[in-house]
């Protein structure tokens, strides 16, 4: 166990639909980092947030979005769903920011499986 | 944008052989970390490197840091069937040549099949 929780675990929703996936980090970690995996691209980052603040964006659509909450919980929201959206999300969290060094391992949670019909 | 080159792919092997796979970039990274992946589960941190050259053991696996800061390998000794998964390297760019995301790139992955 990683210490970072996802949920849900599934979810199954037809096209131009909006869903919310919710992640929260480890005990004390700052960082939260969004990864979406799909057969055909591997782990891709999305973006990232750190103690409240978008610190990095990845490849992420303008139809997504996310955000970090007070006490660090995440939320991915992803809206207009495509077919080609179906993937696993991945949530991630590290204690720092990985901007400036020191040590920043990435743990990640067990992810949320987004089906699109 | 920046990618990752794994290799193998992909790995047959018997229980018990020795395996090794390596990543390389033609860009410099401050961090390696090498992930293993079970179906239907989030990538298992196995082993993080954050200085050039380093060498570092976690029970059977061992990884290294390469000199040039663009490439690590990962060594499992003495497989067994429970190593069966799909290992991923990752990076994070250096901060000292430029990069400035904590975000990690992925290589796609090397997937292991032990043979009892």
């Known amino acids: 166990d990683s210490g970072v929780t996802q949920t849900p675990k599934h979810l199954i929703t037809a096209t131009g639909q909006r869903v919310t996936l919710r992640c929260s980090p480890r005990?004390?970690?700052?960082?939260v980092y969004w990864y979406q995996q799909s057969l055909d691209q591997g782990l891709q980052f999305l973006i990232q947030?750190?103690?409240?603040?978008?610190?990095a964006k990845g490849n992420i659509l303008e139809r997504f979005s996310a955000q970090q909450f007070p006490d660090l919980h995440s939320e991915l929201n992803l809206s207009s769903l495509e077919l080609g959206d179906s993937a696993l999300y991945f949530c991630?969290?590290?204690?720092?920011?990985?901007?400036?060094?020191?040590?920043?391992?990435?743990?990640f949670g067990p992810g949320t499986r987004l089906t699109v019909l | 944008g920046q990618q990752l080159n794994q290799s193998p792919q992909s790995m047959f092997i018997q229980e018990g052989e020795d395996v090794s796979m390596n990543c390389t970039s033609s860009?410099?990274?401050?961090?390696w970390l090498w992930y293993k992946q079970e179906p239907g589960e989030g990538p298992v941190l196995l082993i993080a490197?954050?200085?050039?050259?380093e060498l570092t053991s976690n029970g059977r696996l061992t990884a290294q840091f390469g000199i040039t800061r663009k490439d690590s390998f990962l060594n499992i000794s003495a497989s067994i069937p429970s190593d069966v998964g799909i290992y991923f390297c990752?990076?994070?760019?250096?901060?000292?040549?430029?990069?400035?995301?904590?975000?990690?790139?992925f290589g796609k992955g090397t997937k292991l099949s032990v043979k009892p």
């Open positions: 005990s004390g970690d700052l960082s």
């Open positions: 990752a990076g994070q760019l250096g901060w000292d040549y430029g990069g400035s995301q904590g975000n990690l790139i």
């Open positions: 490197l954050y200085k050039a050259g």
């Open positions: 991630a969290s590290s204690p720092r920011s990985g901007t400036s060094g020191g040590y920043n391992e990435q743990f």
């Open positions: 860009s410099i990274f401050n961090t």
């Open positions: 947030y750190y103690n409240g603040e978008e610190r």
